[in-house]
């Protein structure tokens, strides 16, 4: 079965803004001006640094406290995991394992995936790649949603202020987690998947 023709060798190159595709003599999209590369420039490079910002900034997210609650006068500072325990412990199995699933097996999985996704497209590796492809639009469409333990504890904090015996806030844990996913949903953006499609011979 003869492979389809890629875009580089029928002259194209599709604009990464809106997806026109062009001649790949053009430096700019003519419908949005941007500018056009037949790969997105120093994609791997850019990506490994994003990943290992976001490893290094895993670290304190999940050892530092992300709220604090006081109740009667009572007050505690929890973390991601102490909170997933809390929950557990409360009889509130499906919040636990949905934060747990968030803020623990969703970036574990992102970080994985895109170091795979990195090594095997600097090896310009053949090995799987439609599954690779796959892996990585998975990793697109999940990063949206990584923000969901940010979002809980928000909610957290803001309906216990209606407790006039109770306070909430949110600790510093709760910001590193932040740009954890911030980092990690830039370093998707920055990786070209059509470096896994690149043979050997390509630059």
């Known amino acids: 079965m003869t492979?389809?023709?890629?875009?580089?060798?029928?002259?194209?190159?599709?604009?990464?803004?809106?997806?026109?595709?062009?001649?790949?003599?053009q430096t700019?999209?003519?419908?949005?001006?941007?500018?056009?590369?037949?790969?997105?420039?120093?994609?791997?490079?850019r990506s490994w640094a994003l990943l290992i910002a976001a490893l290094v900034?895993?670290?304190?997210?999940?050892?530092?406290?992300?709220?604090?609650t006081s109740m009667l006068g009572r007050g505690e500072a929890s973390t991601i995991l102490?909170?997933?325990?809390?929950?557990?412990?409360?009889?509130s199995w499906d919040i636990a394992l949905l934060i747990f699933i968030a803020s623990v097996a969703v970036p574990s999985t992102k970080f994985l995936v895109l170091g795979m996704l990195l090594v095997s497209a600097r090896r310009k590796s053949p090995w799987a790649r439609p599954q690779r492809a796959r892996l990585y639009r998975?990793?697109?469409?999940?990063?949206?949603?990584?923000?969901?333990?940010?979002?809980?504890?928000?909610?957290?904090?803001?309906?216990?202020?209606?407790?006039?015996?109770?306070?909430?806030?949110?600790?510093?844990?709760?910001?590193?987690?932040?740009?954890?996913v911030v980092l990690t949903m830039f370093a998707?953006?920055?990786?070209?998947?059509r470096l896994i499609w690149d043979a050997d011979d390509d630059a």
Request: proline letters at 7%; hydrophobic letters at 50%; a neutral charge.
């Open 138 to 180: 998975l990793v697109e469409l999940i990063g949206y949603w990584s923000m969901l333990d940010v979002v809980v504890v928000a909610l957290v904090c803001a309906l216990v202020q209606f407790h006039l015996l109770g306070t909430a806030e949110p600790r510093a844990g709760i910001v590193f987690f932040g740009l954890v």
């Open 28 to 45: 700019r999209c003519p419908r949005c001006a941007s500018h056009l590369h037949p790969r997105k420039p120093d994609s791997l490079a």
């Open 57 to 68: 900034l895993y670290v304190p997210s999940n050892m530092l406290p992300v709220m604090y």
């Open 188 to 193: 998707a953006m920055s990786f070209d998947p």
């Open 3 to 25: 492979a389809a023709p890629r875009a580089t060798e029928l002259g194209l190159v599709g604009c990464h803004t809106c997806g026109l595709t062009c001649a790949i003599g």
């Open 82 to 91: 102490h909170g997933v325990v809390e929950f557990w412990k409360a009889g």
